[in-house]
């Protein structure tokens, strides 16, 4: 059979139609349910949760460590800069492993470990060969229950977190996140997400000791482990190996933040800036409320995803913005809605005011039919793709145990996703994204925008 020639070739376009007009797009298939992995669930007598999840594919094994690192503690004002250097040096040395014995002993097995924090927990995200498993479990825990803190590496952490902090204190985003934790959350912890580098420089290896000792504990904690692994084995080998990891109390939960209610917005100012920020937030619902389906739906048909509304709005109609975004930021009781974009100067009222009039567009005129089916394969999709992976996976797990959701969940979302119908968008559309539910921050110029966005009103000027 001969290829067609250039005259003979059809176009996307040709093909696209028929004599009677485009041509009818096939119906999508119903979602499949998503099969049960071999996994398993339990608790260890020290308190540690362990999820242990079979992924065969690559010879491979993901770690996710959650340990909540809140609590009484949390409250003073110098925890976040103990917590951000304790992070940087967990892995700087041990009773029985210097820095470079780590490295190496995890090299052995193709693996590497990291940790951070945030007000909510202490975690690390690792991974290894399958084969290397007891190897990657051994480091853990040795790190976990013989970190040493040497003096010389506290002092390089410290000044190296100290750079960062002043570099990323001057990021306008940064800023603007600043801004609106103290207007949602007053002095909550939740709102100490960067320490002040005056108490990063303050902060000594007996403060780093203490709170190891108080915080680092394994009751309340969570352990995922996804990838080529035989799960019983896996839970057994990590109770053999964290066995001394059993320091008394529990780990700091978050304590329950304020309710968010609806305000006027806060002008921050920003002298000289060319860019504003615009942030504005309201009281959500968390994944286990019957109306979180069609919430998260609704979410995506106005600001979740590049084809929603505001996208569409603010950088495809009007040019104010490259992104604009809402999002559903959870915590440990709840969540929050978040919808975000920077502009320049020039535009900031228009751009709040366009942003205010999707929010109130959105809950009067609510999602089409199209609109809903859209943003519904994309969430179903998106879930299949966070999952496809064995890292994706663990980290996936990880998030949702530290809001106590078992593995079941995510498999279960999509046939919750498919069984959203349109009232119910409608419904969670004009409960949750109503402008009124809103408040938030505007970090600009005051100088060159606190006229106009006087003139929108419901926002404090300086």
């Known amino acids: ?82 917590a951000e250097v304790l992070a940087s040096t967990l892995l700087s040395g041990t009773g029985r492993r210097s820095r470079i014995s780590l490295d190496d002993d995890l090299a052995g097995v193709g693996g590497e470990i990291g940790f951070s924090v945030d007000p909510e927990r202490l975690a690390a995200a690792g991974h290894a060969l399958a084969e290397g498993l007891p190897t990657l479990l051994d480091v853990v825990a040795d790190v976990l229950t013989g970190a040493s803190y040497p003096d010389d590496e506290v002092a390089r952490e410290r000044e190296r977190l100290a750079e960062r902090i002043q570099v990323a204190s001057a990021q306008p985003s940064v800023i603007a996140r600043r801004a609106l934790q103290r207007h949602r959350y007053g002095d909550h912890p939740v709102t100490r997400e960067m320490p002040d580098v005056a108490d990063v420089a303050a902060v000594t290896t007996e403060d780093l000791t203490t709170m190891h000792r108080r915080q680092v504990v394994p009751r309340g904690s969570v352990l995922v482990l996804v990838g080529d692994l035989d799960p019983a084995a896996a839970a057994a080998a990590t109770e053999a190996a964290l066995a001394a990891w ?35 937030s309201a009281a959500a619902v968390p994944r286990t409320d019957p109306r979180y389906p069609a919430l998260q739906l609704a979410n995506l048909a106005f600001g979740g995803y590049f084809s929603s509304r505001l996208v569409e709005n603010l950088r495809e109609d009007k040019g104010y913005t490259y992104h604009a975004s809402s999002s559903l930021e959870f915590d440990p009781y709840g969540a929050a809605l978040l919808v975000e974009t920077d502009c320049a100067s020039e535009v900031t009222a228009p751009a709040l005011l366009e942003m205010r ?69 409608h419904a969670a559309a004009a409960e949750f994204l109503a402008p009124a539910r809103f408040t938030g921050v505007v970090v600009a110029d005051a100088a060159t925008s606190a006229e106009s966005l006087r003139a929108l009103g419901g926002i404090r000027t300086p």
């Open 357 to 425: 009039y999707e929010l109130g567009r959105v809950a009067v005129v609510p999602p089409t039919a199209a609109e809903l089916e859209s943003a519904r394969r994309y969430a179903v999709g998106s879930l299949l793709i966070s999952m496809n992976t064995q890292a994706g996976l663990a980290s996936t797990l990880a998030g949702l145990a530290g809001v106590g959701l078992d593995p079941g969940w995510v498999r279960e979302h999509p046939q919750r996703l498919e069984a959203v119908t349109l009232e119910q968008v």
């Open 1 to 82: 059979m001969t290829a067609p020639t250039a005259a003979e070739r059809r176009s996307a376009a040709e093909i696209g139609r028929t004599p009677a007009g485009p041509r009818e797009l096939p119906p999508l298939r119903p979602q499949p349910r998503v099969p049960a992995p071999e996994e398993v669930d339990t608790v260890l007598t020290t308190g540690l949760r362990v999820i242990a999840v079979r992924r065969p594919g690559v010879p491979m094994v993901e770690l996710r460590l959650r340990i909540p690192f809140s609590g009484e503690d949390a409250q003073r004002p110098t925890h976040a800069a103990v």
């Open 246 to 280: 059993d320091a008394p109390g529990d780990a700091g939960l978050l304590p329950p933040l304020p309710e968010l209610h609806g305000s006027d917005l806060l002008l921050v100012d920003r002298p000289g800036a060319v860019q504003s920020q615009l942030r504005l």
